[in-house]
């Protein structure tokens, strides 16, 4: 696999020992600003439902649940909205348990 290319010569600090990552992704009125910024303006919007499973412990929406390849873990659905107008995400939730596949 490829490395990402950095423009900006960017290098957090991701380190579970510093608590960075848990204190952006516990800071929902932040994230609700920076996707509305990023939201203003569009017109045409796509979603994308993926799941993540994990044997990590201590997740709490972290659910069994029935999936189409019938894997029976731990597992969180992740919904993605982005804008084709910006080609930006505009929203991402994750939410408990099972989605129910729907094919079209």
């Given at each position: ?20 990552l848990?204190e ?7 994230q609700?600003y ?19 499973f ?5 997740i ?36 408990p ?8």
């Open positions: 696999m490829g490395a990402l290319y950095d423009p900006n010569k960017l290098t957090p600090n991701l380190s579970p020992k510093n608590g960075v848990k952006v992704g516990a800071d929902r009125e932040g609700n920076i996707f509305g910024e990023l939201s203003r303006n569009g017109r045409q919007f796509v979603y994308d439902l993926s799941v993540i994990t044997r990590s412990e201590g709490n929406i972290a659910e069994d649940g029935y999936n189409k390849d019938h894997v029976y873990l731990p597992q969180i659905n992740l919904a993605l909205l982005y804008s084709v107008d910006k080609g930006l995400p505009t929203m991402v939730r994750a939410l348990g099972s989605i129910k596949d729907i094919s079209i």
